[in-house]
């Protein structure tokens, strides 16, 4: 499943530095249904898990479940820098946002979860 999601160089820079910071071995990559696109991701410094799909680039491990495999397909990591603070964000070009009212007003969750 090597195709399952990708890494820009930037983003792989940004996540060797804080694993170098923990003993942990990777990354955990997921989505799930919520959020003002109908999808919600996340990131987090983690172990893998017997059912995960383990992708490796940049010599970094990505852990990635069964059902967050599903949403993730095509996904790429990336990294955002900027003066109003940056961050790591989860660009999903395969994903159609749904229609999600009241978000104009904030729904409180937003697709491009930063980590």
């Given at each position: 499943?090597?195709?399952?999601?990708?890494?820009?160089?930037?983003?792989?820079?940004?996540?060797?530095?804080e694993?170098?910071?923990?003993?942990?071995?990777?990354?955990?990559?997921?989505?799930?249904?919520?959020?003002?696109?109908?999808?919600?991701?996340?990131?987090?410094l983690?172990?893998?898990?017997?059912?995960?799909?383990?992708?490796?680039?940049?010599?970094?491990?990505?852990?990635?479940?069964?059902?967050?495999?599903?949403?993730?397909?095509?996904?790429?990591?990336?990294?955002?820098?900027?003066?109003?603070?940056?961050?790591?964000?989860?660009?999903?070009?395969?994903?159609?946002?749904?229609?999600?009212?009241?978000?104009?007003?904030?729904?409180?969750?937003?697709?491009?979860?930063?980590?």
């Amino acid at each position: 499943m090597s195709c399952l999601i990708t890494i820009t160089a930037e983003a792989a820079k940004r996540l060797k530095e804080e694993l170098a910071k923990t003993d942990l071995p990777g990354v955990r990559v997921y989505a799930q249904p919520g959020g003002c696109s109908g999808i919600s991701y996340g990131m987090a410094l983690d172990e893998a898990h017997d059912e995960d799909h383990v992708v490796t680039m940049f010599d970094i491990n990505l852990y990635i479940d069964p059902a967050s495999g599903q949403l993730l397909k095509g996904a790429e990591i990336g990294y955002e820098d900027s003066p109003a603070g940056g961050g790591f964000l989860i660009n999903n070009p395969n994903h159609i946002p749904s229609s999600c009212a009241g978000c104009q007003s904030g729904c409180g969750a937003h697709s491009d979860d930063e980590e």
